[in-house]
């Protein structure tokens, strides 16, 4: 009697590791810079920021 052959997965296995921040902030920059611009943004990003500033005591 004789064996089939092992069956492969028809999707490759996902990857377990971290992806490399350089990697996440380049895929996150396109979307973060249409929302700044579509919402007006400048402004609440500068409000955002300082406030967090003076949170943090600077």
Known sequence: ???P???RPA???RRTGRRHP???TLMALPLA???LLVFD???TV???AS???AMLGR
């Open 1 to 3: 009697m004789t064996h």
């Open 5 to 7: 052959a092992p069956r």
């Open 11 to 13: 999707i490759a296995p």
């Open 22 to 24: 350089l990697v996440a």
């Open 33 to 35: 810079a249409l929302l």
């Open 41 to 43: 943004g400048w402004e």
């Open 46 to 48: 500068a409000t955002q």
């Open 51 to 53: 406030s967090v500033g």
